[in-house]
């Protein structure tokens, strides 16, 4: 007995182990917050290093977080280990560091070498910040050029930024193409651009330079894939994507496709409940080659926040559609900041609906660069409250009770009608009523 005893323990134990490890997941993932966040349904404690002296730290949010934050991340909170609430920056690396919006040179020729070049030169003059990058203006409707560009600091000597980059524009086919040319980054006072059309001028009315960003906007990709659905029309490729919730900061769709040239139109839609669409993004996605050089633009860029659902269109026109087309999102990468004290612990909470935008002067404390240099923190998984409670008020939480006192009064109402006209009847017209000879 006792050897079957010894040999039935380990079984019992192996059949007991996966009960244990759920519970002990259940216990992980569900834990109460204190009383005084008891409507913040969701937390994830931030793992930090201790610390001798209060800094700042920065933690990169999870996009999970998304999907059960509140619109525009008001309900965001980070608490203490005493339950206090701790300012905090919401911090985004979302535009281009050093980019001038536009900067418009003097045009000090404008001229045409026939069999070779339209040849146009600007100058900066005392615009010193690295450029690269310059948009032809032409009043020429459709067009498919290439240019050369050169930079000089004495408009004699001259150094190629750019050997052959195209600019083009068909819009009968649905093309609006581009007219930016990139280069080299440069601080030259004096840029030299050569249309490469040796049959006629090229018409010229002006030019915009744009500088250099000394930082690109930080991105995150979406761990989200896109399925092919129904076009909206035809001729046109398109791919659906359910986000499981809004609020995401979207600013770049990418394609991966299969081998060949192109050029397309392509256009991004949003929607809360995959009826109502809504314009979020469009641009152009191309790679062909002329001669030796290959040019390639994959990337569209969107604006504003999603709602649950995105859609992607290509339009083919009369050209067999993309092969191995991979769509993938990316979302503006966005950061808590705070500063840490000795001897705390922290906690990030999310998920309450009624939750107002506050307000920390931290932001007017801290720079830019202090944020940039803060010491970067990790998200622990993400934990549900189990005394989380519904911040709602209880008329919205209980709709159908609602409706059914409504439905309920109505009956009595209407019963109480009826009765007060039966009350209401004469005796004359009772006795007409039983004089009346019965019908045969």
């Keep these: ?76 909170r980070v608490i203490d280990d005493t339950a206090a609430e701790v300012p905090y920056i919401l911090h ?34 005392k615009y010193s910040a690295f450029h690269s990058s310059v948009r032809i203006d032409t009043p020429k409707a459709e067009f498919m050029e290439w240019v050369e560009v050169a930079a000089s600091d004495d408009a004699r000597v001259w150094r190629i ?29 004096y840029l030299r651009l050569r249309i490469l059309d040796v049959h006629e001028k090229f018409p010229v009315t002006g030019a915009q330079i744009i500088s250099t960003p000394a930082e690109k906007p930080e991105r995150e990709a979406l761990d989200i894939a896109f399925t092919p659905t129904t076009p909206s029309a035809p001729n046109q490729s398109a791919w659906l994507a359910d986000l499981g919730g809004g609020n995401l900061p979207l600013r770049e769709v990418r394609f991966q496709v299969g081998p060949g040239e192109f050029v397309r139109e392509v256009t991004v839609q949003s929607s809360r409940d995959s009826s109502q669409w809504h314009w979020i993004g469009s641009g152009e996605i191309y790679r062909f080659a002329q001669g030796k050089r290959e040019c390639e633009q994959l990337v569209v860029h969107v604006g504003g926040d999603s709602g649950r659902y995105v859609r992607v269109e290509i339009a083919n026109g009369n050209d067999r559609p993309l092969a191995a087309v991979v769509p993938k999102m990316y979302i503006a990468a966005q950061r808590i900041v705070f500063e840490q004290q000795p001897g705390k612990t922290y906690r990030l909470l999310y998920g309450q609906t009624r939750a107002q935008q506050p307000m920390y002067d931290l932001d007017r404390r801290v720079t830019p660069p202090q944020m940039d240099a803060a010491l970067v923190a990790q998200a622990g998984p993400e934990e549900v409250n189990s005394d989380w409670s519904d911040p709602r008020p209880w008329t919205e939480t209980h709709r159908f009770v609602l409706w059914f006192g409504v439905a309920i009064a109505v009956l009595l109402i209407a019963y109480t009608a009826i009765q007060s006209l039966r009350r209401s009847e004469t005796p004359a017209d009772q006795d007409a009523t039983r004089s009346e000879p019965p019908q045969r």
Excluded: K
Aim: positive net charge; proline residues 10%.
């Design 1 to 76: 007995m006792s050897r079957s005893g010894l040999q039935q323990s380990p079984r019992n134990s192996r059949g007991q182990s996966p009960a244990i490890l759920l519970c002990s997941l259940f216990l992980l993932l569900a834990s109460p917050l204190p009383v005084a966040w008891q409507h913040w349904r969701y937390s994830r404690a931030i793992d930090l290093s201790p610390t001798q002296a209060t800094q700042l730290v920065s933690l990169r949010l999870p996009p999970d977080v998304y999907a059960h934050a509140a619109p525009f991340l008001t309900d965001l």
């Design 161 to 189: 930024v750019q050997e052959r980059a195209p600019i083009f524009r068909f819009p009968r086919e649905g093309h609006s193409g581009t007219s930016v040319v990139a280069y080299s980054p440069t601080n030259a006072r």
């Design 92 to 125: 985004a690396r979302d535009l281009p560091r050093g980019t001038a919006v536009s900067y418009t040179p003097r045009v000090l020729e404008n001229s045409f070498s026939p069999g070779h070049y339209t040849q146009v030169v600007l100058d900066l003059n």
